[in-house]
C-alpha cells in the first residue's frame, strides 16, 4: 500500500500491531476509505475474523472465544444501525433485526438467522457485559466452544451478506465480498 493514499498509513499500521496480524486489516482499510467512511462495523467484524483464524479446535481459548462474540455483536449492532431511520436511541441487536430494520426498511430477517443471533445474544449479553463468579455464568461459560463459535462467525457472516445484498440490491461488490467467502462451518 502507498504511504500516499487518501488516509493514515499509521492509523493503519497501528490497526495492524492492534490486530496483531497483517491479513485483512490492509484490505479493510482500502476498502473502508475507498468509500470515505470511518467503518467500525466492518473493523469489529475483521477483528473476529482475525481472532478466529488463530483458534483451532485443539487450541481454543474461551477467552478469545468471547472476544469473537462481542466484536460480532458489535459489528452487527452497528452494521443494522447504519441501515436504520434516524433516532435518538438505538435499540438492541436482537430489537434492530427482529423489529427495526423490518419496521424501517421492510427487511425481514430468516427465522434461523434471527434465532442463532438470539443465542449468541445471550451469550453477549450475559457473559461479555457481566462476567462475575456465579454458578449460571460458570455454566454458561462451558457452553462456549470452538464448533459453537463457528456457529456464530456464519451466522455473522450471513447477516452481513443478507444486509449487504439488500444495500447493493443482490450485487455485492467485489471487494466488499471477498471479506466474507471463508466457510466457517467446515473449520
Given at each position: 500500500m502507498n504511504k500516499n493514499e487518501d488516509f493514515d498509513?499509521?492509523?493503519?499500521?497501528?490497526?495492524?500491531?492492534?490486530?496483531?496480524?497483517?491479513?485483512?486489516?490492509e484490505k479493510y482499510y482500502i476498502v473502508a476509505k475507498k468509500d470515505s467512511v470511518f467503518n467500525l462495523h466492518f473493523r469489529y467484524w475483521a477483528e473476529a475474523?482475525?481472532?478466529?483464524?488463530?483458534?483451532?479446535?485443539?487450541?481454543?481459548?474461551?477467552?478469545?472465544?468471547?472476544?469473537?462474540i462481542n466484536c460480532?455483536?458489535?459489528?452487527?449492532?452497528?452494521?443494522?444501525?447504519?441501515?436504520?431511520k434516524a433516532r435518538n436511541n438505538v435499540p438492541g441487536l436482537v430489537e434492530l433485526y427482529e423489529k427495526t430494520l423490518?419496521?424501517?426498511?421492510?427487511?425481514?430477517?430468516?427465522?434461523?438467522?434471527?434465532?442463532?443471533?438470539?443465542?449468541?445474544n445471550n451469550y453477549y449479553n450475559n457473559l461479555s457485559k457481566h462476567l462475575n463468579?456465579?454458578?449460571?455464568?460458570?455454566?454458561?461459560?462451558?457452553?462456549?466452544?470452538?464448533?459453537?463459535?463457528?456457529?456464530?462467525?456464519?451466522?455473522?457472516?450471513?447477516?452481513?451478506?443478507?444486509?449487504l445484498n439488500k444495500k447493493y440490491n443482490d450485487n455485492i461488490p467485489e471487494d466488499k465480498l471477498c471479506f466474507f467467502d471463508h466457510n466457517f462451518l467446515d473449520s
Open positions: 498509513y499509521n492509523e493503519m499500521k497501528m490497526a495492524e500491531a492492534a490486530s496483531g496480524t497483517f491479513d485483512y486489516v475474523f482475525n481472532k478466529f483464524q488463530s483458534l483451532n479446535e485443539n487450541n481454543f481459548c474461551l477467552e478469545e472465544g468471547l472476544i469473537i460480532l455483536c458489535n459489528s452487527l449492532a452497528i452494521l443494522a444501525g447504519m441501515n436504520m423490518k419496521k424501517d426498511k421492510k427487511w425481514i430477517i430468516d427465522s434461523e438467522l434471527l434465532k442463532d443471533l438470539k443465542e449468541m463468579q456465579v454458578d449460571w455464568r460458570k455454566a454458561m461459560l462451558k457452553e462456549i466452544t470452538y464448533k459453537k463459535i463457528c456457529k456464530y462467525m456464519n451466522t455473522a457472516k450471513e447477516i452481513w451478506l443478507w444486509i
